[in-house]
């Protein structure tokens, strides 16, 4: 480890006293008539803008939360809804229309629920992931342009005025409404970016550069909050300053370093934090060397402890996994142990094994996860075993998503997935897929059907 790496880690340790991860608590989502074989899919962003999905196909689904948070419905409304961890919330399943949300017996939380999707309702999608909005268009006029950037002014206050006028009908918190009028002001600010970025061919260079000018002045008005319309509002305004060079992967070392220097001279606070923190893991995730200087800078202008943390356990992990490199190495849940993944089948000679390459990011992988856990149930007395090995690049993303779905015993992080002999031997080249192997330790089916497909007790039965 470098004295950059032995710096930031040892700040840390000073300044926090090994300080803890924040809380983190199961938020529990029942849905009241969830039809058969219909899931429901949704998506959130954490702290830093790094993105987990949530498919729902049972009943019940556990999610694990350490702040409050905008959980986005996965399809063309993408509606969000503001969640808490520990939280109990019931959904209302509905065909034709987004999902009902409320939390039993509280009335004002209920409310808050059912604001945004209300909002959409009347004014059209607040998050735009999927399609373009009608006033994102590229022109050929600037008469045009100007008249876009009216129209998204008009939609914003329309959303201020339908807020106020929703909370004297149905009682809000004033954190809520907070958060609410900072997301309105943030997806107006991003609608903005996005209809100049269509059209920097029309504004040229000097135009743009002012407008990008005036955004930033207008961007430092908001108040930070840790919410994904916010820092997509970030984000957004990073890319279109660097050409498209900033969203979530950085790709050249002098741009990165640019930009780095960018947030430092232009940030301040929070939102400081959020974005040289969000540069320094894309740059990390990506081919950047980042270099002793710029993580002594990171260090010294970044306030947030917990996010300092992260980017050292980020940094040291990929070092330490790129030891292993070429190698079947896999990790188990006390984050110590490593075995190989030929170890791991031979431990359970003289059992049938199925084993389910999944990952946390995998939403029909975690759709499978309930008729997994039926397999399971009916097979508990039974010479089986089922062993999950996910292909997640970030231990704590597996970590969390192996506590979601309830993998306790057999859970496994394949280290260096896209690097290992298995995955180049039998083309795992999609998830889910999943593997049976016979009592005598020998592959008996290297692409199985999955969980949900009957098919796949048949084949058991016939070989237990």
């Known amino acids: 480890m470098n004295l950059a790496y032995i710096l930031l880690a040892f700040s840390i340790l000073l300044f926090n006293g090994g300080t803890k991860a924040p809380s983190e608590r199961f938020t529990t989502i029942t849905v009241d008539d969830l039809p058969i074989n219909k899931g429901l899919n949704f998506y959130y962003h954490d702290s830093l803008a790094n993105g987990y999905p949530v498919t729902i196909a049972s009943v019940q689904k556990k999610i694990i939360l350490d702040a409050p948070t905008l959980l986005f419905e996965a399809n063309r409304s993408q509606i969000p809804f ?20 409320y939390v039993k017996g509280n009335a004002e939380r209920t409310n808050e629920l059912n604001f945004f999707r209300k909002l959409v309702q009347e004014t059209g999608n607040v998050y735009t992931g999927l399609e373009a909005s009608p006033y994102h268009k590229k022109t050929t006029a600037l008469s045009n342009f100007y008249a876009f950037e009216k129209t998204i002014n008009k939609v914003k206050n329309t959303r201020l005025e339908f807020l106020a006028a929703y909370r004297k009908k149905q009682p809000v918190s004033n954190q809520f409404a907070a958060i609410a009028v900072n997301s309105i002001n943030s997806v107006a600010f991003t609608d903005s970016l996005i209809l100049a970025s269509n059209n920097k061919i029309l504004l040229g260079e000097t135009q743009l550069e002012k407008l990008v000018s005036q955004k930033l002045l207008t961007l430092k008005k908001l108040a930070y909050q840790p919410y994904q319309l916010y820092q997509m509002a970030c984000l957004k305004l990073l890319s279109i300053t660097y050409r498209g060079g900033f969203s979530y992967t950085i790709n050249d070392n002098k741009k990165f370093e640019s930009m ?9 606070g929070k939102t400081k934090d959020f974005l040289l923190t969000r540069a320094i893991f894309s740059a990390n995730n990506a081919t950047i060397s980042i270099s002793k200087e710029v993580l002594e800078k990171y260090n010294k202008q970044c306030t947030n402890e917990q996010f300092k943390k992260f980017i050292v356990d980020e940094i040291t992990g990929k070092r330490e996994r790129s030891l292993l490199e070429g190698k079947d190495n896999l990790l188990g849940t006390d984050r110590k142990t490593i075995a190989t993944i030929e170890e791991v089948v031979s431990s359970q000679k003289g059992k049938l094994i199925v084993l389910d390459f999944w990952a946390s990011w995998c939403v029909p992988c975690r759709i499978e996860t309930p008729y997994l856990k039926i397999l399971k149930q009916q097979y508990q007395n039974k010479d089986i075993v089922f062993i999950a090995i996910s292909i997640d690049k970030r231990v704590n993303d597996w970590i969390k998503a192996g506590k979601e779905e309830e993998l306790e015993a057999n859970n496994f992080l394949f280290l260096n997935f896209d690097k290992s002999l298995f995955k180049n031997r039998y083309k795992i080249n999609t998830i889910p897929r999943y593997f049976l192997i016979g009592k005598d330790g020998k592959i008996v089916n290297d692409d199985l059907a999955r969980p949900s497909d009957p098919e796949l007790k048949t084949i058991i039965d016939k070989l237990i």
Do not use: M, Q
């Open 260 to 268: 780095f220097n960018f947030v430092v001279k232009n940030f301040e």
């Open 82 to 101: 503001l969640i808490y961890p520990g939280e109990e919330i019931n959904i209302k399943y509905a065909a034709t229309d987004s999902a009902l949300l």
